[in-house]
């Protein structure tokens, strides 16, 4: 525990600590909550405006396609499966009506690639 709170403080000290400057210029440095609460609404009306939201949570699409990468013995992911994955709940559901049509044309698309490509057994 004694470590994470000294880098903590190494890292707050690296990061608003300049001995040239006076408390209240150091402070002042520190960002402004009421900004942040202002970013976070901005962010929140812009995230609802989208069409195809996507459901992967923190996880990033990196770290999506390493793991898919992973599980499918090192061929990795196409577009159209890590669109299919992202837009797909645990449960098995599709995140809106809009998204389900797309899939649906994608999993078409896909299966009949696979029946063409005379590589994949």
Do not use: W
Request: with cysteine.
């Amino acid at each position: 525990m004694s470590t994470k709170l000294e880098a903590m403080e190494e890292f707050l000290k690296s990061k608003y600590f300049d001995e040239h400057k006076a408390v209240r210029e150091m402070v002042a440095k520190i960002d402004d909550p009421r900004k942040a609460k202002e970013q976070s609404e901005t962010n929140r009306t812009n995230r609802s405006k989208s069409d195809e939201p996507h459901c992967a949570g923190t996880r990033s699409f990196p770290t999506i396609i390493q793991t898919v990468t992973e599980e499918s013995n090192g061929i990795p992911p196409s577009r159209a499966e890590m669109y299919i994955r992202t837009r797909t709940r645990k449960d098995g559901s599709v995140v809106n009506e809009k998204v389900a049509s797309i899939v649906e044309l994608m999993k078409k698309g896909l299966s009949e690639s696979d029946s063409q490509d005379p590589k994949k057994v």
